[in-house]
Structures are given as structure tokens and as C-alpha cells.
């Protein structure tokens, strides 16, 4: 039977009645204006929370790549760790991608010091300390994401193999066990602010005590199985410096998403895709990716990491002179990573040029988010193609809210930032009408021209500084404008709240200090400039100089200590005794380092000049995630047929075997072959010849 036979036979047949059927669901999901069938009153909605929502942070990195790659643990009693070691002159591309990993932190562990920055790869972002100071301040709201990157580990050459799915578990498990350590240290189970939270109702429970609610989630690429990274061939090394020695080939690596497995099984990757998310789900995970920053088994990810996707000088730096060895570093780059079909996009998008994702959702990736729907679970839209963009809605309907948490807005964008990972207008605009909700990440790009100042002409925090909370100020407005004036589906006004994505412990970088205390300019390369030129991304931040102190006429500046607008604490400097950095943290001069600056953060945009109606959706961050997250468990169970037909737990857990590894490769073979045949037997959905009924109209 063919899809839209079976959702015929399934789903009301009248279109005009599925129509009133989407628009009353999602009525009801935001409390709009359904009625009490005993009383004809409307039931009264939960209270309004307020606070502060981090949509995108990833707390317990420090336990993904292997271990191996953040400097410190979460644990602020714990000593600093020893950074990966590097050697950028060797041109070796392990040595160039752990040079931009670690070199700052590897200054820093010469004095025996680990502190984060915003322009370090490797400092711990979100320690135990500064995350309770966050939530003393108003942050109500925290999505953790477990991370990993195994292309990361092969490119540097961390280790021989760090795969996702152990490293998402660990991470998964290790919120849990810091939950259980901080209720010890505050009178016993329940009593502690980190509170892990299952459904939306648990969440706003928590915040209405006052403490933090935290949402976990999966972000990586391999974290639903079925492709794995494979040697394809090698490609002569960037010569080195010296002519008398010679670096070995380097590996070319490609991603394998077919044969994989026995042929008996190659029916069974979808079915083990969701077994993974189901595994996750188990694990507290209600939050995910589809895919992440290069394609799965789910499909293709949006371009927009010059390293990993650009054509055209993925390295972003200008010639070396006189020995140049740019030109040999951009084509090793380009030949080592998994090749990537695309297709011009100029219109669209500037990033490379103009190019985008040729790659939608694959089969696996429709049916897994059917499978995350049928759960009323978070979907995020960040790191999809736009093509993957356009399938997602395409299967589930416009009407399943989705979120961006960390993303940013194509229509105020250029550049690099001009890319199909920015929501278009019209997918915003979607979004909004839905009950979608977005959170702007905290760096929205560190050149003039990534990002223009909205609305156009504005003399209140104007973007005069890139890459610093004033570049942050016009993707906000701006999202807050939207929100503002695009209605809902059933006609009543969205609600005005946003986020943001901090992305801290992600590898991305964060709002620069936009003061110079010292008159000195501020680089991110790690090369000799006779062989590689300087860095064509400027590095952002500290635009106006503050030499000894700020000189009259100083653009506003945040000044200590502030007061909390939500809870009434005072709050002064940060300090991090367990890095070693003596120093308080100043944003003004050192820009938003960790978690704990997040005060810090807000303070500044208020002294940039938004007054406290302005700043409002900001502190509606955690009720907009709550109302999304709500909205899409309305529409739980309506994806599938297994609850229909009563085998929804027999499903469950005839799937559990495909999320799981025997003692070898034949005992994993047997497990998952024994699996199929009870997914099998059950007629259980997501199977690749059996179509899964969509409430799509």
C-alpha cells in the first residue's frame, strides 16, 4: 500500500475535516481558545513562567571526544587537565586542526591555567558554579545537548575512534549523576536547583519553585547509527617547512551509509535509528537533531563551516609569502574530508559563493522523524539543509512545531553567515505560525558585514562592533519583530518570547570583549605568516579603546555590581578559582566566557540602551521553549500506528535489541537479526516496505 493509500485508509478522507481537526490540536496545545465541554468556559492556562532559556548548551563535552579535548571537567574541585598537543609548522592536518583547538589553551597550561575565553576551543564553559550562578540570576531554562564528533577525532587524529552513541550515553548519564549530587549537597532527593525534567508540566513545576528547569538532548551526526566514516584512498600531505623531510600521505576518508551490515539486516537501519532515539528517550533525552554538521543516516546537513564545506579557501586564510603553503593546505582539506554533492544557490544564500546541500532526508530520516513526532519530542531545525528543511515539513506537516536553537536570520545576514543553516524568511515565518519557537546563537558572526543592524537605521545599539553583544542586539530585534507581527495558524498572536543558544563547550566561539584595555590587536592563527597569511575571518570585538580605565565619552559600558531583575541578587565580577585565572572576569574586556557571564551578558544589552520593555521577550525565553514543547506533545501518538493497534511497548521493546552490541560482531548480528524478526512478526512501523500513516494533509 502506498503512503497516501494507507494515510487514506488511516486519517479522515474529508481534507476540510482534517483541516478543523490540525487547527483545533493546535488550539488546544496553546491554550488559545478551546472550551470546557462541562462548563463552555475556557480551561484556565498554566501560569506564564519567566526567565531566561538556554536552548543549545553542552555542559558534559568534557566527555565526548574521547576525553580528550576540553581542559577541565564540569566539577570545579577538579584540577585543570593537559591540552592536546599540536605543531601547526608541520602543516600536518592533524597538527593545523588541533592548533586551532588548543593553542590558547596550551599557552595557558604552560602556567599551569585552564580558564575559558570566547575565543578558545578547550576551556571548560559551563562549570557547576557558574551554572548556579546563571540560575541565581533568572535563568530558568537549560537544554543540555550530549555532543561528539567522530570525524573530529579522526581529522585530529585525538584517537582511533570515538564513536557517538557511547559518548551521547555517557553524557546522558552523567547529567543524571550531578542531578543526584547536588540534591545530596541540599537536603536529599528533589531538593536540589538542577532539575531534569521528562515533559513540559515537570518544567514548569520546576521553575515555578524557583529552580532550573534542565531539558537533555542529542546532537551529533552518528548518534542514530547506520553510517560509519571509512579510509577511501590518501592525497599527497601539505609539504612541510624544511626541504629535507617529507610529511606522510594523508587519509582521505569517506561516509559509508550502505553495506554496512548483512544483507538480512540492511532493512533494519531505520528500525535501529529509532531504536537509538527510543534508547535516548530511556536516557531523559527529549530534545533532538536530526542530523548535525555533516550528513547521517538521517540526511544532509546545511553547508556553513568553511572547514568542513566550503570549495573556496576552507581555511579562510590569505597566501603565505613568499612560501605559500595555503594553496596545499585548502586542497588536503577538501580531499580528506567526506566528499559533499551540492548545488548554486546564489539567490538564496552567499556562503561558498552560493551553495547548498544537494542532500534532503534520506528514507531513515523521515521515518525517524515521524518516530520523534509520534513522541511529542522537541525537533530542532538547526543543521539541516534546506532541502532536509523542506522534507521535514514535507512528512510531518506544517503544523508539528519545531525550534532553532541556535541558528540566526538570512535576511539581515551576509557573508560567511549568509548560509543555508540561517532560517530564510519564510521558514520563520512558518515556524512562527506553528508554535515554533528560535533562540539566536550568542555569536552571530565577527565581520561588519555578517550582519547589518535591525531595523535598518537604528541609533539604539547600532552594529558598531562585530562579534560582540552588539552583534547579538540585531538578531534579536529581529526575531522579536517577527513574532510580533505573524499571527499563529488558528489567528491569535504568537507569543513573544526568545532564547538563546549559547553553544557554550560547541566549538563555536561566543561574544568578544568589546573593549581594548591593552591597544593590541587580537589574532587567531597559529602560523608563521612566511608560509600562511593571516586569517580572512576577523576575530571580532574590542572596538574601543579603555586604557587604564574608561575615557570620557566611553561608549556604555557595564558597570559592577548589578542587580538581578528577577530574583533582586547582586552580582559583581565572576571569578573561576579552580583555573587558575586569578583575575575576575570583566565583559567589557574579557567578553562571554562561560555560563556564569550570562548576567553579565544581559546587563550589557541593557546598557547598550534596551529598555526593560525591550528586554522582556528575552526574560519570556523559558515560557516560549514550554509552549513549543507542548504543542508538539499534542501530536503524540498521531504519527504512527502502533499505540492504535496496541503493540506500541511490544514495539519498543523488540527494537531495544537494535540499540544494543553483543560480545562481537557475530554475537551483534544475531542479536539484531533476532530483533528484525520480532519487529518483523509485530508489523511494527518505520520498516523500509511498510509506509507509516502521516497526519499530514
Known amino acids: 500500500m502506498s503512503p497516501d493509500a494507507e494515510s487514506r485508509a488511516v486519517l479522515p478522507r474529508s481534507r476540510a475535516r482534517w483541516r478543523s481537526r490540525v487547527l483545533g490540536a493546535v488550539t488546544a496545545a496553546l491554550l488559545l481558545s478551546a472550551s470546557s465541554c462541562e462548563t463552555g468556559e475556557p480551561p484556565a492556562p498554566p501560569p506564564v513562567v519567566r526567565g531566561l532559556a538556554d536552548f543549545h548548551s553542552h555542559m558534559f563535552a568534557d566527555l565526548g571526544f574521547d576525553g580528550s579535548l576540553l581542559t577541565h571537567s564540569t566539577d570545579p574541585a577538579a584540577p585543570c587537565r593537559a591540552p592536546l598537543t599540536s605543531d601547526a609548522s608541520t602543516f600536518r592536518l592533524a597538527d593545523v586542526v588541533r592548533a586551532g583547538l588548543v593553542d590558547e589553551a596550551a599557552t595557558q597550561a604552560a602556567s599551569g591555567r585552564c580558564f575559558p575565553t570566547p575565543t578558545s576551543r578547550a576551556g571548560q564553559q559551563v562549570d557547576v558554579d557558574s551554572l548556579e550562578r546563571?540560575?541565581?540570576?533568572?535563568?530558568?531554562?537549560?537544554?543540555?545537548?550530549?555532543?561528539?564528533?567522530?570525524?573530529?577525532?579522526?581529522?585530529?587524529?585525538?584517537?582511533?575512534?570515538?564513536?557517538?552513541?557511547?559518548?551521547?550515553?555517557?553524557?546522558?548519564?552523567?547529567?543524571?549523576?550531578?542531578?543526584?549530587?547536588?540534591?545530596?549537597?541540599?537536603?536529599?532527593?528533589?531538593?536540589?536547583?538542577?532539575?531534569?525534567?521528562?515533559?513540559?508540566?515537570?518544567?514548569?513545576?520546576?521553575?515555578?519553585?524557583?529552580?532550573?528547569?534542565v531539558v537533555l538532548g542529542v546532537e551529533a551526526a552518528g548518534a542514530f547509527g547506520g553510517c560509519a566514516f571509512v579510509p577511501a584512498g590518501v592525497t599527497p600531505a601539505v609539504p612541510p617547512v624544511s626541504p629535507f623531510v617529507s610529511n606522510p600521505d594523508e587519509t582521505r576518508w569517506a561516509l559509508n551509509c550502505n553495506g554496512l551490515l548483512p544483507p538480512l539486516l540492511d532493512e533494519g537501519v531505520t528500525s535501529r535509528a529509532v531504536a537509538l532515539m527510543e534508547r535516548y528517550r530511556e536516557l531523559g533525552a527529549r530534545h533532538f537533531y536530526?542530523?548535525?554538521?555533516?550528513?547521517?543516516?538521517?540526511?544532509?546537513?546545511?553547508?556553513?563551516?568553511?572547514?568542513?564545506?566550503?570549495?573556496?579557501?576552507?581555511?579562510?586564510?590569505a597566501p603565505g609569502s613568499p612560501f605559500d603553503r595555503v594553496a596545499d593546505i585548502d586542497r588536503v582539506v577538501r580531499d580528506v574530508r567526506p566528499p559533499i554533492t551540492s548545488f548554486a544557490c546564489p539567490t538564496a544564500f552567499a556562503f561558498d559563493g552560493g551553495r547548498c546541500n544537494s542532500v534532503g532526508l534520506t528514507f531513515t530520516g523521515r521515518q525517524l522523524a515521524r518516530a520523534m513526532a509520534n513522541e511529542g519530542s522537541v525537533i530542532d531545525l538547526d543543521h539541516l539543509s534546506i532541502k532536509a528543511k523542506r522534507d521535514l515539513w514535507a512528512e510531518l506537516g506544517d503544523q508539528y512545531p519545531v525550534v532553532s536553537s541556535h541558528s540566526g536570520f538570512n535576511e539581515i545576514n551576509g557573508?560567511?553567515?549568509?548560509?543555508?543553516?540561517?532560517?530564510?524568511?519564510?521558514?520563520?515565518?512558518?515556524?512562527?505560525?506553528w508554535g515554533g519557537s528560535v533562540a539566536p546563537i550568542l555569536l552571530q558572526g565577527t565581520a561588519a558585514d555578517e550582519v547589518r543592524t535591525y531595523p535598518a537605521g537604528s541609533t539604539t545599539a547600532p552594529h558598531v562592533c562585530p562579534g560582540t553583544s552588539e552583534t547579538w542586539v540585531q538578531a534579536y530585534r529581529y526575531a522579536v519583530d517577527k513574532l510580533r507581527t505573524t499571527p499563529l495558524a488558528v489567528g491569535r498572536p504568537a507569543f513573544v518570547g526568545v532564547g538563546f543558544g549559547s553553544d557554550f563547550n560547541g566549538l563555536a566561539g561566543w561574544p568578544r570583549p568589546r573593549f581594548d584595555s591593552a591597544g593590541t590587536a587580537v589574532g587567531e592563527t597559529s602560523f608563521d605568516p612566511l608560509f600562511v597569511g593571516g586569517a580572512l575571518t576577523p576575530v571580532g570585538g574590542r572596538c574601543y579603546l579603555a586604557i587604564g580605565g574608561f575615557p570620557a565619552g566611553a561608549p556604555p559600558h557595564v558597570t559592577y555590581p548589578f542587580v538581578s531583575p528577577l530574583t533582586g541578587e547582586s552580582f559583581d565580577r565572576s571569578t573561576l578559582p579552580w583555573s587558575g585565572r586569578s583575575e575576575p572576569y570583566d565583559i567589557?574586556?574579557?567578553?562571554?566566557?562561560?555560563?556564569?557571564?550570562?548576567?553579565?551578558?544581559?546587563?550589557?544589552?541593557?546598557?547598550?540602551?534596551?529598555?526593560?520593555?525591550?528586554?522582556?521577550p528575552l526574560w519570556g525565553g523559558a515560557e516560549a521553549y514550554l509552549r513549543t514543547w507542548e504543542t508538539?506533545?499534542?501530536?503524540?501518538?498521531?504519527?504512527?500506528?502502533?499505540?492504535?493497534?496496541?503493540?506500541?511497548?511490544?514495539?519498543?521493546?523488540?527494537?531495544?535489541?537494535?540499540?544494543?552490541?553483543?560480545?562481537?560482531?557475530?554475537?551483534?548480528?544475531?542479536?539484531?537479526?533476532?530483533?528484525?524478526?520480532?519487529?518483523?512478526?509485530l508489523g511494527c512501523d518505520y520498516l523500509s516496505d511498510q509506509a507509516t500513516p502521516s497526519p499530514a494533509p
Open 134 to 213: 546563571a540560575w541565581r540570576y533568572g535563568l530558568r531554562l537549560v537544554v543540555i545537548h550530549a555532543v561528539n564528533s567522530e570525524f573530529l577525532c579522526l581529522a585530529a587524529k585525538i584517537t582511533s575512534s570515538c564513536p557517538d552513541i557511547p559518548s551521547i550515553e555517557a553524557q546522558l548519564a552523567a547529567a543524571r549523576t550531578l542531578q543526584n549530587t547536588i540534591d545530596a549537597t541540599s537536603g536529599g532527593p528533589g531538593t536540589g536547583w538542577f532539575r531534569i525534567v521528562l515533559t513540559p508540566a515537570e518544567a514548569r513545576t520546576v521553575i515555578g519553585e524557583g529552580k532550573l528547569a
Open 290 to 317: 536530526l542530523i548535525h554538521n555533516l550528513q547521517g543516516v538521517a540526511g544532509g546537513n546545511s553547508l556553513s563551516a568553511a572547514l568542513l564545506h566550503a570549495v573556496t579557501n576552507p581555511s579562510r586564510h
Open 415 to 433: 557573508g560567511d553567515k549568509s548560509n543555508e543553516d540561517q532560517l530564510l524568511p519564510d521558514d520563520l515565518q512558518r515556524l512562527i505560525r
Open 588 to 616: 567589557s574586556f574579557d567578553g562571554v566566557a562561560h555560563v556564569g557571564m550570562i548576567p553579565d551578558f544581559v546587563e550589557e544589552l541593557r546598557v547598550l540602551g534596551l529598555s526593560d520593555d525591550e528586554l522582556e
Open 632 to 681: 508538539a506533545g499534542a501530536w503524540a501518538g498521531n504519527y504512527g500506528t502502533e499505540q492504535r493497534r496496541g503493540v506500541r511497548d511490544a514495539c519498543r521493546e523488540a527494537r531495544s535489541g537494535l540499540a544494543q552490541l553483543g560480545t562481537s560482531v557475530q554475537a551483534t548480528v544475531t542479536l539484531w537479526q533476532d530483533a528484525m524478526a520480532r519487529v518483523r512478526s
